[in-house]
Nanobody, 115 residues
C-alpha cells in the first residue's frame, strides 16, 4: 500500500501564492508520473499539472504560466507552486501518483482564493 500526505493548502488573496507538497511512502516499487488534479464538489476532477520521472511536464491551459510543478525523486515528493492565484482557482486539490502497479490519490487539500 502507498500513502500520500498532502500539505500547503489554505486561504490566500487573489494575486498571492501557495505551494502544495505531496509525499509518497509505503510499498513503492516504481513511481512513474506524479501530479495534481482539482475538483469543485459535484463536478468532474480536472487535471492541473503532471510531471514524469524524467521531468517532462504537462499543464492545464488555465494554469499555464502561473503554476509550476517539480519533484524530488529521492524523497518521492511532488510540489505545485501556484502564483498569481485567482478566485477561480478555488478548489480541492488532489495529489496523484502513478506507480508501475496502480494509481493512488491523496485525501485532498482545500485552496481558497479570495477576491
Amino acid at each position: 500500500q502507498v500513502q500520500l500526505v498532502e500539505s500547503g493548502g489554505g486561504l490566500v488573496q487573489a494575486g498571492g501564492s501557495l505551494r502544495l507538497s505531496c509525499s509518497a511512502s509505503g510499498n513503492i516499487f516504481s513511481i512513474n508520473r506524479m501530479g495534481w488534479y482539482r475538483q469543485v464538489p459535484g463536478k468532474q476532477r480536472e487535471l492541473v499539472a503532471t510531471i514524469t520521472s524524467g521531468g517532462s511536464t504537462n499543464f492545464a491551459d488555465s494554469v499555464q504560466g502561473r503554476f509550476t510543478i517539480s519533484r524530488d525523486n529521492a524523497k518521492n515528493t511532488v510540489y505545485l507552486q501556484m502564483n498569481s492565484l485567482k478566485p477561480e482557482d478555488t478548489r480541492v486539490y488532489y495529489c496523484n501518483v502513478v506507480t508501475s502497479v496502480r494509481p493512488y490519490w491523496g485525501q485532498g487539500t482545500q485552496v481558497t482564493v479570495s477576491s
